[in-house]
């Protein structure tokens, strides 16, 4: 089971806005402000879209964004395209020289 | 661009010793800041934070693998070197290496392609 949780699927049709969750505590998500998010497509290493809760890494569309309330982090992708369909993890450094990650979430594009 | 690696047997007997590389190009582990992680992912799950190595010397392990794991640099062949010792089927996963990634940063910008390394007899 994974430290961070998040939902195992999301959808949307192109165009639309999806919004991903993740789940942490008062001891990770809810204290530090290093949260990332990464894109997976099958059969490939993941690649880093949003780093720092909000800072969007170079290259990376707008349509992408980060955010935080309390102990949740979100990813919003805007102006769902067909290229978007892929895993999307979270992770958030948790303390103590540990760093956590959720579980994935596979958006489907409609 | 500096490209990751990843190299070592695919297949590992229950018990026994995983061992890997990361071989480093168009790039330097020795080079100031730079820090470097272990990440895995079994079959169909999550992403899962193996450990990291600052300046090619401090380690961080996760808790939940602390004791089995150990990550090395070799400067002279400007590799990073995973162990995990004693596995067993549930570390049957994709294993990456990537940069930067160690505590509190979690944002890596390079990954090498990952590669699966199966336990069983």
């Known amino acids: 089971q994974s430290a961070l949780t998040q939902p195992p699927s999301a959808s949307g049709s192109p165009g639309q806005s999806v919004t991903i969750s993740c789940t942490g505590t008062?001891?990770?998500?809810?204290?530090?402000?290093?949260v990332s998010w990464y894109q997976q497509h099958p059969g490939k290493a993941p690649k880093l879209i949003v780093y720092e809760v909000t800072t969007r890494r170079a290259g990376v569309p707008a349509r992408f964004s980060g955010s935080k309330s309390g102990n949740t982090a979100s990813l919003t992708v805007s102006g769902l395209q067909a290229e978007d369909e892929a895993d999307y993890h979270c992770?958030?450094?948790?303390?103590?020289?540990?760093?956590?990650f959720g579980g994935g979430t596979k958006l489907t594009v409609l | 661009q500096m490209q990751l690696q990843e190299s070592g047997p695919r297949l590992v007997k229950p018990s026994e010793t995983l061992s890997l590389t990361c071989t480093v190009s168009d790039g330097s582990i020795s080079s100031s800041g730079h820090y470097w992680g272990w990440i895995r992912q079994p079959p169909g799950k999550g992403l899962e934070w193996i450990g990291s190595i600052f300046y090619s010397r401090t380690t961080f392990y996760s808790p939940s693998l602390k004791g089995r794991v150990t990550i090395s640099a070799d400067k002279s062949k400007n590799q990073i070197s995973l162990k995990v010792k004693s596995v067993t089927a549930a570390d049957t996963a994709v294993y990456y290496c990537?940069?930067?990634?160690?505590?509190?940063?979690?944002?890596?910008?390079?990954w090498g392609p990952g590669m699966l390394v199966t336990v069983s007899s």
């Open positions: 992770t958030s450094y948790a303390g103590d020289n540990n760093m956590v």
């Open positions: 990537a940069s930067p990634l160690g505590p509190p940063h979690g944002a890596a910008t390079t």
């Open positions: 008062s001891s990770d998500i809810g204290y530090y402000n290093y």
